[in-house]
């Protein structure tokens, strides 16, 4: 995992997209926006983990215009508890506009391209709605 705590992220306008990045900055936290062409990355690819290039998770990825964008996202990677706590909290504290999706990368998921890890969160918040 990268020595620097580094957020993916994937949000719908410009100006919010600029506050994530300064609280990035203000927190010594990388950033990298991800879009609908990375739907078939491995998620290690995309947070630049060493082991993980760029030519083995594109070679066979569709490359349509007609993708669907994006929904908003947040994706962790190489963050401690601590760290992803103070990252939130300094979020909600200045008033940034919710993002729905957010997850952490981990050993179980790097290996997941963006669109599996979409369709888990999607999977996931399915089921907490139904125990609400």
């Known amino acids: 995992m990268p020595q620097k705590p580094t957020v993916?992220?994937?949000v719908k306008n410009k100006a919010k997209e600029e506050q994530i990045a300064g609280l990035c900055r203000r927190l010594g936290f990388q950033w990298k926006r991800v879009d609908a062409r990375d739907r078939s990355r491995t998620l290690g690819e995309l947070a630049g983990i060493a082991g993980f290039s760029?030519?083995?998770?594109?070679?066979?990825?569709?490359?349509?215009?007609?993708?669907?964008?994006?929904p908003e996202l947040l994706l962790f990677s190489g963050v401690s508890d601590e760290a992803l706590d103070r990252f939130l909290a300094a979020y909600r504290q200045e008033g940034?506009?919710?993002?729905?999706?957010?997850?952490?990368?981990t050993p179980a998921n790097v290996r997941w391209t963006l669109?599996?890890?979409?369709?888990?969160?999607y999977r996931e918040r399915a089921e907490m709605e139904k125990q609400q």
């Open 96 to 105: 940034i506009a919710p993002v729905a999706l957010k997850a952490v990368l």
């Open 54 to 70: 760029s030519a083995a998770g594109t070679q066979n990825a569709p490359l349509s215009p007609l993708l669907a964008p994006l």
């Open 8 to 10: 993916l992220l994937s």
């Open 115 to 121: 669109e599996a890890l979409l369709a888990e969160l």
